[in-house]
């Protein structure tokens, strides 16, 4: 399911091919996920040419990272959070859970329109909206927070420092007030309140042992940094279809 899903979404996104970033996303992604996992997945991990701050999971273990998040986080330890919160939807099954929704609804919107803001926003809202509930665009709270708390335990295996967890939380909740629009895919699929800040503060609060001998940044996340910089812009968002369609 999660391989056919990944051929859809790797023939519809614009993925950056910059070796440099996609290399060290996956090294970053495969160390967490190693710690995470032991049905023996093949991880792959993905970088979506897009400014829009997001990230999504499918299942079998394909993680997409948007570009605008990495340029969004100030440390390695905030994108870890990230993809280790990601790495945990995979893991407790949240992704599977959340097609099979949409299979069983029979819903016809495309993947790209569910995981993204590449489509009409009212149109993939409309297009999910069965029973006056929406099935698939979002994670519960209950997701958020299991996977939350996943992702603390598997990037503090990986040596990583897990407050920018929370710290990474309230950088995005803090953007979003600035740049709205940037946000609205990752508010869209990702319920985002102060209530999971504190919940992973105080989750992390509760570990034993010196949390300051983990790494909290590295400098070749200063690099990738740096890398993003020097790269073109990001390909212009499709236009939507005539008659407000989603995209195919």
């Given at each position: 399911?999660?391989?056919?899903?990944?051929r859809?979404?790797?023939?519809?996104?614009?993925?950056?091919?910059?070796?440099?970033?996609?290399?060290?996303?996956?090294?970053?992604?495969?160390?967490?996920?190693?710690?995470?996992?032991?049905?023996?997945?093949e991880?792959?991990?993905?970088?979506?040419?897009?400014?829009?701050?997001?990230?999504?999971?499918?299942?079998?273990g394909?993680?997409?990272?948007?570009?605008?998040?990495?340029?969004?986080?100030?440390?390695?330890?905030?994108?870890?959070?990230?993809?280790?919160?990601?790495?945990g939807?995979?893991?407790?099954?949240?992704?599977?859970?959340?097609?099979?929704?949409?299979?069983?609804?029979?819903?016809?919107?495309?993947?790209?329109?569910?995981?993204?803001?590449?489509?009409?926003?009212?149109?993939?809202?409309?297009?999910?909206?069965?029973?006056?509930?929406?099935?698939?665009?979002?994670?519960?709270?209950?997701?958020?927070?299991?996977?939350?708390?996943?992702?603390?335990?598997?990037?503090?295996?990986?040596?990583?420092?897990?407050?920018?967890?929370p710290?990474?939380?309230?950088?995005?909740?803090?953007?979003?007030?600035?740049?709205?629009?940037?946000?609205?895919?990752?508010?869209?699929?990702?319920?985002?309140?102060?209530?999971?800040?504190?919940?992973?503060?105080?989750?992390?609060?509760?570990?034993?042992?010196?949390?300051?001998?983990?790494?909290?940044d590295?400098?070749?996340?200063?690099?990738?940094?740096?890398?993003?910089?020097?790269?073109?812009?990001?390909?212009?968002?499709?236009?939507?279809?005539?008659?407000?369609?989603?995209?195919?």
């Amino acid at each position: 399911m999660g391989a056919d899903a990944a051929r859809q979404i790797d023939a519809e996104l614009p993925l950056l091919q910059d070796p440099l970033v996609t290399r060290y996303v996956d090294s970053l992604g495969q160390a967490i996920a190693s710690h995470a996992d032991e049905r023996g997945l093949e991880w792959r991990f993905a970088v979506v040419d897009s400014r829009q701050v997001n990230a999504f999971a499918l299942p079998g273990g394909f993680i997409y990272l948007n570009r605008g998040l990495i340029e969004t986080a100030s440390e390695m330890s905030e994108l870890a959070g990230v993809l280790g919160h990601e790495i945990g939807h995979v893991t407790e099954r949240h992704s599977v859970e959340q097609m099979q929704k949409q299979q069983k609804a029979g819903i016809g919107v495309s993947l790209v329109c569910m995981l993204t803001d590449m489509c009409t926003s009212d149109v993939a809202r409309v297009a999910i909206n069965v029973g006056g509930q929406l099935v698939f665009a979002k994670f519960s709270r209950e997701h958020e927070t299991e996977a939350d708390s996943v992702a603390v335990r598997h990037v503090m295996r990986a040596g990583i420092d897990p407050r920018g967890i929370p710290r990474m939380f309230t950088r995005l909740q803090a953007e979003r007030g600035r740049r709205p629009a940037a946000l609205e895919g990752w508010f869209g699929t990702h319920p985002l309140e102060e209530s999971r800040v504190r919940a992973t503060t105080e989750l992390i609060g509760r570990i034993e042992g010196d949390l300051g001998r983990l790494r909290r940044d590295e400098p070749s996340f200063v690099a990738v940094k740096r890398r993003l910089a020097e790269l073109p812009a990001p390909p212009a968002p499709p236009a939507p279809r005539e008659g407000g369609q989603p995209f195919p």
